[in-house]
């Protein structure tokens, strides 16, 4: 069964550094998707991604956040000056349309630990 | 703002009984709606969408009250393997919109 994937499963960086996640979401999906759960917290919405371009994104996704698909299979999201509140899982998830909705799959994440 | 509340639990649920949850959403605009579940410090795993007309998948069935704005999930002979967090997840009809995910319901399957 076809699954999102992401790389790294840990990430530790130091304040202030930039930080790129990467993902590669299911090969016929066309939407893409990064979200954050900071611990014991729910799982946030940043943005949405199709046709090479945003199509959504949250008040979290803010500049220091950006995303790209730099070729047909990565997608990635990358922070650029952490923070320690960056510190959270970050799941990356793709969807396609069946049944009359978009059912989003999540990736196993990679874990953001900002020192 | 967009919310939705569930109850956090933990329900604690001797194995092969049968529980219930339900979730609450604010945004009436919403018109897609998913349970899923996530286990610790994992992802979502989405276990199924919910449609106005109240679906069935072997031991669950989710319902939507679009009235009343909620959704819940029955679990029937639930098993120890049932343990884990349920998550409500809402969202538009665009395949661009974002999740908005309740912060979850915590059932514990006791033997």
Known sequence: ?115 | RKEVEQDPGPFNVPEGATVAFNCTYSNSASQSFFWYRQDCRKEPKLLMSVYSSGNEDGRFTAQLNRASQYISLLIRDSKLSDSATYLCAVKGGGGADGLTFGKGTHLIIQP
Request: proline share 4%; net charge negative.
């Open chain 1, 1 to 115: 069964e076809p699954e999102v994937t992401q790389t790294p499963s840990h990430q530790v960086t130091q304040m202030g550094q930039e930080v790129i996640l990467r993902c590669v979401p299911i090969s016929n999906h066309l939407y893409f998707y990064w979200y954050r759960q900071i611990l014991g917290q729910k799982v946030e919405f940043l943005v949405s991604f199709y046709n090479n371009e945003i199509s959504e994104k949250s008040e979290i996704f803010d500049d220091q956040f950006s995303v790209e698909r730099p070729d047909g299979s990565n997608f990635t999201l990358k922070i650029r000056s952490t923070k320690l509140e960056d510190s959270a899982m970050y799941f990356c998830a793709s969807s396609d349309y069946w049944a009359g909705r978009y059912e989003q799959y999540f990736g196993p994440g990679t874990r953001l630990t900002v020192t």
